[in-house]
């Protein structure tokens, strides 16, 4: 089992000792609008973790009636603001408000979702940028556990723009062949056997059956969806049978997600207010 | 065989009857640095296209040991100048000429190489931005030929910034199931079988032979290099006797490639002189 909760333990205390060294406090702002209680509950967690690592953290809760010119006012205001380091517009966005064009609003240099299209070409680019926190996060679930991900077969499931494709451009850079399929793959099970990292990043409950993983498999589990009550992951928990690695949901990449935005937001501060690691 | 001088006439007869509806005449500007032979006859090639489909082109050609701000200082005024809509910097720079933040000067607007990271970030998130030709080319001469990509399995050999990581995202955007290998890929022949459709972008000569591809493939050549004076694909010709479908080396995606780049400049221009198509 690769716990995320041990991995993020391990970063935090790394985070919480850098932050000690900085001659400021970072400070990161979360946009939510409306009142969708899953975001609300992940805004609050990221929040209880950017505080345990001594960050200064504000929601800005917005009515879910809010306006793009509202919202935009806001987001300029905050690039404005020379205290703020990190803004993160919680998604989803209600469906009146199209998140593309306003999550390149946001100043690329405070985008500590990395989903600005200016940061999402430098990692494509193999440029410094700001990376999104899921992707990043699977890297460092492997490094804790020093998997080595040079040279191996890694296939990905989903191709969203928080997950799946910045993941490719990641495993990518660190000299993995890459593999990304999707709703529209044909034979799925063929594709997933070649796996020898396997990321699911779907949502859809137990996509993944043991028969379709190769034996000795890394098993990266990201989607989730509810059933009768509980959070279930993409991946069947009989694969744990098969795989040699497995992510648990919840409690595997989840809690690595949510430290990956603090680090970002440490990393946007030092890098705006010119104190580069 | 995929004839790319065809779809290139194609592609440039359907361009010159776009040109000759407009108000304006869309101008291109490459600019070379050094006497590189290889590089100053690819620029003639894409002058003589453009001037055939009737747009004003200028090739502003610098001595080689020109500065990064001398460079910079003719990128910028190139930017301000509102008659320019394309300006090309032709690749390779010489060694003292960082190309990333070079590409990074040009105005997104008129970058119709599409290596500014803002367009790269663009198409990683499904928005409009311009794309690189080359990739753009390859989709192109599929969709002359009628051939399907949805769905297929795409494996592209080569991850650079020019064609592979962006044709990565061109296949995935038309629903195939990608995979991208490289130089650290291992047992590289097992993860070409798998190509329905295979795109060789390395420069290795022959390095792709009839055993390693799948029968009834697509196999689109890109790499070049030279060999006893001749330009040799990386793709050996004896293929022909697998595949379904081959480019000629050359005369296959070269000439797209030309095509796509006055292409782009056309859509640079409607777009920033707002006729928009």
Chains 1, 2 share one sequence.
């Not at 609008?33 to 609300?40: E, F, K, L």
């Not at 006012?73 to 993160?88: F, K, M, P, Q, T």
Request: avoid cysteine; aromatic fraction near 4%; glycine fraction near 8%.
């Amino acid at each position: 089992m690769l716990r995320g909760k041990e991995v993020s333990a391990g970063i935090a205390s790394r985070l919480k000792a850098a932050v000690e060294t900085l001659r400021f406090v970072p400070k990161l702002v979360f946009i939510r609008v409306g009142d969708d209680p899953a975001s609300s509950a992940y805004v609050r967690s990221k929040q209880r973790l950017a505080e345990r690592i001594g960050l200064l953290s504000e929601v800005l809760t917005l009515p879910s009636e809010t306006s793009r010119e509202q919202l935009s006012r806001y987001i300029h205001s905050l690039n404005e603001d020379a205290e703020v380091d990190g803004i993160l517009i919680q998604l989803p966005l209600p469906s009146h408000l199209e998140s593309g064009s306003l999550l390149a609003m946001i100043d690329p240099a405070k985008d500590v979702d990395g989903l600005h299209p200016m940061n999402v070409g430098l990692l494509w680019s193999g440029r410094w940028g700001l990376v999104p926190a899921t992707p990043a996060g699977l890297i460092a679930i492997l490094d804790h556990y020093q998997l080595p991900i040079e040279g191996r077969r890694v296939v990905i499931i989903g191709r969203s723009n928080l997950v799946g494709k910045p993941a490719a451009a990641l495993f990518l850079r660190r000299d993995a062949t890459v593999s990304i399929a999707h709703s529209r793959t044909q034979r799925l099970d063929a594709v997933v056997r070649q796996a020898e990292i396997l990321i699911s990043a779907v949502g859809k409950s137990h996509l993944i059956t043991p028969e379709m993983v190769q034996p000795h498999a890394i098993v990266l589990d990201v989607g989730f969806s509810r059933k009768e009550g509980h959070i279930v992951g993409d991946v069947h928990p009989r694969v744990a049978e098969v795989a040699d690695y497995l992510t648990p949901m919840p409690g595997g990449t989840g809690p690595v997600t949510v430290a990956m935005v603090i680090q970002n937001t440490i990393e946007a501060a030092k890098h705006r207010r010119g104190e580069r690691g």
